[in-house]
Structures are given as C-alpha cells and as structure tokens.
C-alpha cells in the first residue's frame, strides 16, 4: 500500500509540471474523437473533423461568424449586383500563405476552378459549376446564371490556396490562423500559431 501512495503523488506532480511546461510555452493540446482524412487537400476533405480542424490553416474570401454572418477574410471587402448576379471581391492587401508568398488574384482563381473541379461537397460543386470568375487588378468579379441567396456559403467553403502548390495533401498551405506543420497519421496532428 505504501508503494501505491507514493506513486499517486509522483504522478500528480509530473503531470503537474508537464502541463505548467505547456503553459509557458504556449502550447495547447486538443483531443479529437477521430482521425483526419488521408488527404488534407481542403477540397477533398470528407469527414467533419477534418473540415474542423483544417479551418485552423485555411481561409476563404469570407468566412461565417459565430452569428452565422459572412465576414470578409482574404477579401477585404465585397458587394452584391442589386440584381444578385455580380459579386465583388476586393483581396486584403498583404495577405500571405504560409510559405511566406502573397496571396494574388490569380490565386484565388485557381482556388474556385480547384474546388468547382474537385470537391466532394455537392452542394459547392454545383453552387460553383456554372459561375464566370475574372481578376480585375485584386478584385475578383463573379457573375452567376441566377441569383442565388446562398452563394455565400459555398464561397465560404472554396478555401484559397496557392496555385499549383503541389503537396497540399501531406503538407497543406493556408492564410488561416495556424501553419501546419506535420501530421502522423492516427496519432496527432500540429500546428503552429501563424504570426502574419
């Protein structure tokens, strides 16, 4: 009995001393009830928990609000047509992927194609399917068929990635708020806080 006592303690205190260590080093640790997607391309993500934890490294033009309002993201602004068929995008000046490249309009071109072409979201893909998107300078203009009330949304989900980056699948490259930085598969995945 006096051996398990002892343990207990111990145990207590290291556990103690690895969280204070995290603590000061600004470190986080978040469990997950399942592992990511083999592919971390952000437009062939399937499960929910990958989409989750990958909204940590991308960005699109917008993004919801924890309203569920469309704030601007990469873009710094955008309109609507009053016959809702033209969208507006102004880009953020000095935007820059992870990798330390600035986001450019072609970019975000290559973005939309990439995710009208690839994703396993239906919904974006035909949402997508049928616009015309141009660069202007750093405004992206998209003209739709019709109006649609949620164009929105699907906008939200075509996260901006650099054009023809080739590894976004093992070695993803965002604008979101933390870069990536390795991954083993069932086990973790980290991240590291993105300073610009």
């Known amino acids: 009995a006096a051996a398990s006592e002892t343990a207990a303690p111990a145990a207590a205190a290291s556990?103690?001393?690895q969280e204070t260590g995290r603590r000061a080093s600004n470190e986080i640790t978040v469990g997950i009830a399942q592992d990511l997607d083999e592919s971390l391309d952000p437009?062939?993500?399937?499960?929910a928990g990958t989409r989750e934890v990958m909204f940590n490294v991308y960005e699109g033009l917008v993004k919801p609000d924890?309203?569920?309002n469309f704030i601007d993201a990469v873009g710094a602004s955008h309109t609507v047509s009053e016959d809702g068929l033209t969208y507006t995008f102004t880009l953020r000046d000095g935007v820059k992927f992870h990798n330390g490249e600035e986001v450019t309009a072609d970019d975000v071109l290559y973005s939309f194609k990439t995710c009208a072409?690839?994703?396993v979201n239906t919904a974006v893909a035909a949402a997508l399917s049928d616009i015309r998107?141009?660069?202007d300078g750093n405004e992206i203009i998209i003209t739709l068929p019709s109006p649609s009330n949620g164009f929105l949304s699907a906008v939200s989900s075509v996260s901006i990635i650099p054009e023809d980056y080739p590894d976004e699948a093992v070695a993803p490259v965002g604008t979101g708020p933390y870069k990536f930085i390795s991954r083993s598969v069932q086990d973790k995945v980290i991240f590291e806080r993105n300073d610009d």
């Open 15 to 17: 556990s103690a001393k």
């Open 133 to 135: 998107a141009e660069a």
């Open 117 to 119: 072409d690839t994703t």
């Open 43 to 47: 437009h062939l993500a399937v499960a």
């Open 66 to 68: 924890t309203d569920g």
